[in-house]
């Protein structure tokens, strides 16, 4: 069965699920108080429209989006994304009494994350729209960003963008954002992913799509919606990981792809995978393959939140780490390293303080103000205080595709978070 098992659950999404209206600018902001019937046929028009009774009613998002979703979802509970009972051996768990009062103690941190898919599923709805050949990386990135912080109502580090936004191009499967006056252009051509984060104290929504405008295109993109669902739904509670890199990898096995004349395989890439999130760490431990035979028997837990996301490539299905670095997240596990540089010191003084362990990238340091921080920045990676995450690309002429949700094992079901209309 699909659908939240609770009363109390089923009560909200009949409150909460009705999709909010997307229109052009906001209701109040178009109003144009000084016009009059002296001000000739125009300003009628205008005042018209104006005069007309506002409708009270849910408040709906603006394009480009700038309204917060907590002024949407006024009662401040959002959407339960779509649940799926467990099956086989964990049947059970759908009506029991005891998995369903572990589930009212997660309530809060349920809609903190639920909040973040929100965001991500109003970002991207627009920036899905607005995307065409001729814009720049820089500028769907900013787009993305500037959606985000406003939606989420960034907030230090109660609230506010989980990692940077992801636009890789063609044989580049992750981890590109472009660094300050990268003038990368979209094309007609290119195969993007666009991997981006919102988070809620913490609680991070991880989720991509694959965005091209050349239908040739269509089979590889198709291959990675269907492999990654295909490993959603093999995901749950004391499945084997190994299982799920089969289930994965049998769905890439029925996809090929013709272009420009040649037959090519679609290949899982083999060294990427999906993973556990756990609060402000978005790599939390285990990894989820996308190939069969990994030989890991570890099991999913129950109360995991997980990354599931599938890449594939007609290359050769393994990414190499290629370009300039954009991406940087301070480390878990680096004890105490003295830092001889003062500019080093310092600079992890302001990654602490902004970012705490959520990765960043080169932009987000120029924007709260940092100058002429490679050096520094070298500095922490080299002493391990530092991690750098730079591109993940495949052979040169190849192509790449990737899908992405955030899922969480709760103890009744498993919920599709960052599930929209769209993907
Ligand atoms: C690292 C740095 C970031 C985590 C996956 C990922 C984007 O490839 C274990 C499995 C953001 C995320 C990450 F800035 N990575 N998901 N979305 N990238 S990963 C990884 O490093 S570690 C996968
Ligand atoms: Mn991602
Ligand atoms: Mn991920």
Not at 173 to 192: C, I, R, S
Not at 232 to 259: P, W
Request: glycine share 8%.
């Amino acid at each position: 069965m699909v659908g939240s098992e609770t009363a109390v659950e089923d009560k909200l999404e009949k409150v909460t699920l009705e999709d909010p209206v997307i229109e052009e600018g906001s209701d109040e902001e178009d109003v144009n108080p000084t016009a009059t019937a002296a001000d000739g046929e125009g300003a009628k028009k205008k005042k018209k429209k104006k005069n007309k009774k506002k409708k009270k009613g849910p408040k709906t998002q603006t394009e480009p989006p700038t309204v917060p979703v907590s002024k949407i979802f006024t009662n401040a509970i959002y959407p339960v994304g779509e649940c799926h009972d467990y099956r086989d051996d964990n049947l059970w768990r759908t009506t029991s009494e005891e998995k369903r009062a572990l589930e009212r103690d997660q309530e809060s941190n349920y809609n903190d994350v639920r909040r973040a898919a929100e965001v991500h599923r109003q970002v991207r709805q627009y920036i899905q729209k607005i995307l065409k050949p001729g814009m720049t990386l820089t500028e769907i990135a900013e787009t993305i960003e500037n959606g985000t912080r406003a939606l989420v109502e960034e907030n230090g580090m109660e609230a506010g963008i989980g990692f940077p936004t992801g636009l890789s191009l063609n044989h580049c499967a992750a981890h590109f954002t472009p660094n300050a006056g990268d003038k990368t252009v979209l094309t007609y051509d290119d195969v993007m992913k666009v991997d981006f984060g919102v988070h809620v104290n913490g609680r991070i929504v991880d989720s991509a799509f694959t965005h091209h405008f050349n239908p040739k295109f269509d089979k590889l993109v198709e291959a990675a919606r269907e492999a990654t669902n295909a490993g959603i739904q093999a995901a749950g509670i004391d499945v084997r990981l190994c299982d799920i890199g089969a289930a994965v990898n049998e769905v890439y096995d029925s996809y090929e792809i013709e272009l420009d004349g040649k037959t090519y395989d679609i290949k899982p890439i083999r060294n990427l995978n999906g993973h556990t999130i756990e609060p402000y760490k978005i790599h939390a431990g285990k990894s989820i393959p996308i190939v069969r035979d990994t030989g890991d028997e570890t099991k999913l837990e129950e109360g995991e939140q997980l990354a599931i996301e599938t890449f594939c490539s007609t290359g050769r299905g393994y990414v190499i780490e290629d370009g300039e670095c954009s991406h940087y997240a301070r480390s878990h596990d680096s004890g105490f390293v003295p830092l001889r540089l003062p500019k080093a010191k310092s600079l992890l003084a302001t990654i602490n303080q902004h970012f705490g362990t959520l990765p960043f990238c080169r932009r987000y340091l120029d924007r709260i103000g940092e100058t002429k921080y490679l050096m520094a920045l070298r500095n922490l990676t080299d002493a391990g205080l530092v991690t750098a995450y730079p591109p993940l690309c495949d052979t040169k002429g190849s192509y790449t595709a990737q899908f992405e949700h955030t899922i969480l094992l709760r103890p009744t079901c498993k919920e599709i978070v960052s599930k929209g209309d769209d993907y």
